[in-house]
């Protein structure tokens, strides 16, 4: 039980590191996948800080990458922020598309080539994509199939829930897997019940890591099955 979390919270957070010494340009450093990735943060933007439920994101993917076969995996990550998941997920031989909103892209792409250029079976590519807007003209359905979406954080006190919700819906196949972190916050509760009921209704969830120290649930969740069984 509790005492199971703080270790894991512990060995989590110890993936952290920052810079020795200061520079002119702020950055954080993670140890993930053996190596040190380097990402800088742009502070005027919401988007742009590591938050601790991508380390979790990390952490699972790291220790889990076998199970989860995530070698030459088509996967795309939804609200990248910095990058570091989908750096993450590229080291570890998938092919991401990492996306977030058009002012973070270049913070993004500056991350992602970065720390992944000449050590990634797969090139990672870095697109805009706004929730719920032109889903179909960026990511043909006919043509997007992922194995995965990862999403660290994307459920907090902002007003496009229900695009966000489109977007899962649109990207999410009969086969896609979601691996999404969960950060719960005291304030946002209303928030985060309504999209959960929503979310609900559309896919099946587990929780397959509860760490209450740092009030965050990783989920693995699935597109409910639609057909009903014939009679025959």
């Not at 110890?14 to 810079?19: A, D, I, L, Q, V």
């Not at 070698?71 to 990058?83: A, F, L, N």
């Given at each position: 039980g509790h005492s199971k979390d703080e270790w894991m919270v512990s060995k989590i957070l110890?993936?952290?590191?920052?810079?020795a010494y200061l520079t002119s340009v702020a950055w954080e450093g993670f140890n993930f996948v053996g190596h040190e990735i380097k990402i800088v943060e742009s502070t005027d933007l919401f988007g742009a800080t590591v938050w601790p439920s991508a380390l979790v994101l990390c952490y699972f993917l790291e220790k889990h990458a076998?199970?989860?076969?995530?070698?030459?995996?088509?996967?795309?990550?939804?609200?990248?922020?910095?990058?570091?998941?989908?750096?993450v997920a590229s080291l570890l031989g998938a092919q991401v598309i990492a996306t977030d909103l058009e002012d973070l892209i270049g913070n993004l792409q500056y991350n992602v080539v970065r720390n992944t250029k000449l050590k990634c079976k797969h090139v990672p590519q870095v697109k805009e994509l706004t929730w719920g807007s032109n889903l179909e003209e960026k990511f043909p359905k006919s043509s997007s199939h992922f194995e995965y979406i990862l999403a660290a954080d994307v459920v907090y006190n902002h007003p496009y829930l229900n695009e966000l919700l489109k977007t899962f819906d649109h990207l999410c196949q009969e086969k896609t897997i979601i691996l999404w972190a969960m950060r719960f916050r005291k304030e946002n509760t209303l928030i985060q019940n309504t999209f959960f009921h929503n979310f609900q209704k559309e896919?099946?969830?587990?929780?397959?890591?509860?760490?209450?120290?740092?009030?965050?649930k990783l989920y693995k969740a699935r597109r409910r099955c639609t057909f009903t069984k014939s009679h025959g």
């Open positions: 110890e993936r952290r590191f920052f810079p076998k199970q989860l076969g995530l070698e030459d995996k088509r996967i795309i990550e939804i609200g990248s922020g910095t990058g570091l998941v989908s750096v896919f099946d969830m587990e929780v397959i890591y509860d760490l209450p120290s740092l009030g965050i």
